[in-house]
């Protein structure tokens, strides 16, 4: 009778316990439509972005405030990073919702290549009004035609033209942010021939796939920078790519994941306060995407109002670079954060035409491939 009624509080205190993780709510039921706060979280992370080349286009990179609090991090890096698991978790979603190679395929390109196009001509115009050379001389330079078509085709960015802010603090870099663009083009192919051999739909052959492909990088790194042409940055390319495949991850496992506020506090501490070095170390990738996806898909913390404005973050991302540095080359001896607060907005102003004007008409073409 002891230990019967011993055994019964056991089971009510392992109820009280574990309610939370019973009654949270699952991804799998908030995914279906635009409620969500994806919209949001790309723009912080591209606005991250901006913040963190104020300072690195000012020779003044060492201020930036998230790298003196948490020098294993930037603002750069984390917003990034934030892309990085957004594009995963939506890229696998278009597949499984659209499992078709036409669909997939133009789906992809009509939301990279007309902004990176525009993207592409726009700073080679301000690269040409900074340079020394004479305009003639500036676009028949062999350096502009290669940096056109190599950068416009997304697979092998360039990021110097002719004497293009060459007496700028951080000179010859044009466009550092599409550095990018390559690394995640070629994790949309590898996705692509995962679906197109249906590993995706079988979440569990999907995760051996990106286990043994997580264990062959960490042991052959430079057959990834072969593959990947990562150059001597192949620990942040694994990085990068083991981000895009916990949020493809997070998706075809989404019906079991719950969303739990006080979870998603805890990894926050767990960053901030880093035990071990496991907070913004080995534990860093796993603690982000879980946060994001708190953030992104819980109920009581959407903010559906945001959604109405356009999608301005990938225009943010891909024009604030070349602007930022037309202003320091202009204006001599700016402070990073009145750079910010000019910068911003004026890269926002040229996102919101891009979007509506080129990045959402594009995306209207969409239906025409399913």
Not at 20 to 25: C, D, G, I, K, N
Not at 146 to 172: H, K, M
Request: aromatic content about 12%; proline content about 7%; charged content about 15%.
């Amino acid at each position: 009778m002891t230990l019967s009624l011993r055994a019964a509080g056991l089971t009510q205190v392992g109820q009280r316990l574990f309610a939370p993780l019973r009654l949270a709510p699952r991804l799998g039921g908030l995914t279906a439509g635009r409620s969500n706060n994806i919209q949001l979280l790309r723009l912080l992370a591209a606005a991250a972005v901006v913040m963190f080349h104020c300072y690195a286009l000012t020779d003044q990179w060492t201020r930036e405030p998230l790298y003196r609090l948490a020098p294993e991090l930037n603002l750069g890096a984390l917003g990034v990073k934030m892309f990085f698991v957004i594009s995963g978790f939506l890229v696998t979603q278009s597949w499984l919702k659209h499992p078709r190679a036409k669909t997939f395929l133009a789906s992809r390109v009509l939301r990279i290549y007309p902004a990176l196009i525009a993207a592409t001509l726009f700073t080679i115009g301000l690269a040409a009004a900074s340079s020394a050379l004479p305009p003639r001389a500036f676009f028949s330079d062999p350096l502009t035609l290669d940096y056109l078509w190599r950068t416009a085709s997304g697979f092998e960015v360039r990021d110097r033209l002719p004497a293009a802010f060459a007496t700028n603090p951080f000179p010859d870099a044009v466009n550092g942010s599409l550095w990018t663009l390559p690394i995640e083009l070629r994790l949309y192919l590898m996705l692509f021939f995962a679906g197109l051999v249906a590993l995706i739909p079988r979440r569990v052959w999907w995760t051996t796939a990106i286990v043994l492909g997580i264990v062959a990088c960490t042991l052959w790194p430079e057959a990834l920078a072969r593959v990947v042409n990562a150059g001597p940055n192949v620990l942040v390319v694994l990085k990068l790519e083991l981000l895009f495949a916990l949020g493809s991850l997070a998706y075809v496992w989404r019906d079991a994941i719950p969303l739990l506020r006080s979870a998603a506090a805890v990894a926050i501490l767990l960053i901030a306060w880093n035990p071990a070095g496991l907070g913004r170390g080995a534990l860093f990738e796993p603690l982000l995407a879980y946060t994001m996806l708190v953030v992104a898909y819980h109920p009581r913390l959407q903010w559906p109002a945001f959604n109405r404005v356009g999608d301005y973050s990938y225009g943010l991302y891909v024009y604030s670079f070349p602007l930022q540095q037309t202003l320091v080359q202009r204006v001599s001896g700016w402070e990073p954060l009145v750079l910010f607060a000019v910068a911003l907005p004026s890269a926002l102003a040229v996102a919101a035409l891009s979007w509506h004007a080129l990045e959402r008409p594009a995306l209207g073409l969409k239906s025409r491939f399913r």
